[in-house]
């Protein structure tokens, strides 16, 4: 079996470099600045009940307000040629699973109404599949059928509190031809998850054909480890709140849409895709004030569209957007945890992330 490279969102090239280099970094110079703790990383942890990250915390709440959204599902499709062992295959990516806990994990309110990890045993991942062998008698159409399949599957959006964030789905175009369809929930992934889940999975798959045990490194740490040890450690504290109430107080104005594009009558999660090419010139220019300030070129373009929304203004002294997600986030974990704790327990303060 040979795979075809899986078709995620396409990057600028050497992008996936450079975030590597830039995270690097971070990594150092985080570990520079914190201090050595006499316990082990996670030592302590109820894999039952582990608080949230920050980030994870903030997307379980988009997914908690929008039940119906999947604006974090991220997916990439891969074809594969040649003969394939579907349990094998299946067996692959369980074994993954089973190493890896922030695959297996869902997040259910806790006791006084705050969402934790809760980490499940069975590290099963069940492969759906689907035969369009004799649904087409051109090869062209079964691939654009299981494409436009892949595409409906990911739009599906997850129940964090019952689905693990990996949903897999293959479909048949041939006896030695299939598209995989492999779903994650963000609050599981990054974009640099892709390489090693694929590079496990193929080990896992090999090895599964064989009947041998797969050769892995052992894992140092789980994600839940350090949403634990983030916990534990206090961050993201009240000190930025009065700076961003101050600085929001009264609230912005909406950006408005551009004249050319109004706004539906109902928000969407809808988008396309624009190709722009950068003169070489622009290109260097956003290289060199990435890398002064420790930041991607994306980060830098970010940053620019930004301001542009934040033209029209300017005359506010205010910056739309939303710049007010860790002040946002840190509130409402207060208010969700006040709402289900008991009259007597009220006046004792929030626990931050």
Avoid at 35 to 51: F, Q, S, W, Y
Avoid at 85 to 101: M, P, Q, Y
């Amino acid at each position: 079996m040979t795979a075809d490279t899986p078709e995620p969102l396409p990057r600028a090239e050497g992008g996936e470099a450079a975030r590597r280099r830039l995270l690097r970094t971070l990594l150092a110079q985080h570990d520079a600045s914190t201090p050595v703790r006499n316990k082990a990383v996670g030592d302590g942890r109820d894999p039952d009940a582990t608080p949230l990250s920050s980030a994870q915390y903030r997307m379980w709440f988009h997914q908690h307000a929008r039940p119906d959204s999947a604006a974090y599902n991220l997916a990439v499709a891969a074809e594969l040629t040649g003969p394939l062992d579907t349990a094998s295959l299946e067996a692959a990516f369980s074994t993954v699973a089973g190493r890896h806990e922030i695959l297996r994990t869902v997040y259910r309110a806790g006791p006084d109404g705050t969402p934790v990890q809760q980490v499940l045993a069975d590290s099963e991942v069940p492969l759906a599949v689907d035969d369009l062998t004799d649904r087409a008698a051109d090869a062209e159409a079964r691939v654009r059928a299981a494409r436009a399949a892949a595409a409906a599957d990911a739009a599906r959006p997850f129940d964090p509190a019952v689905d693990t964030p990996l949903r897999l789905h293959l479909y048949r175009l041939a006896p030695d031809h299939h598209l995989l369809a492999v779903v994650l929930h963000h609050v599981a992934c990054d974009d640099l998850s892709w390489r090693p889940l694929f590079t496990e999975v193929s080990a896992a798959y090999r090895a599964a054909a064989d009947g041998s045990t797969p050769s892995l490194a052992p894992l140092p740490f789980q994600y839940g480890d350090h949403a634990y040890e983030e916990d534990r450690a206090g961050t993201e504290p009240d000190e930025g709140l009065d700076y961003w109430r101050d600085r929001l107080t009264p609230p912005p104005a909406p950006a408005a849409p551009l004249a050319d594009l109004p706004r539906p009558p109902v928000p969407g999660e809808a988008g396309a895709r624009a190709t722009r090419p950068l003169a070489a010139g622009v290109h260097d220019r956003l290289t060199e004030l990435g890398r002064a300030e420790s930041a991607t070129a994306y980060m830098a373009l970010l940053t620019g569209y930004v301001t542009l929304l934040h033209r029209p203004y300017r005359h506010h002294g205010r910056h739309p957007g939303d710049q007010s997600r860790r002040a946002r986030t840190a509130r409402s974990r207060r208010q969700l945890r006040q709402q289900h704790r008991p009259a007597d327990r009220r006046r004792r303060p929030a626990r931050l992330p």
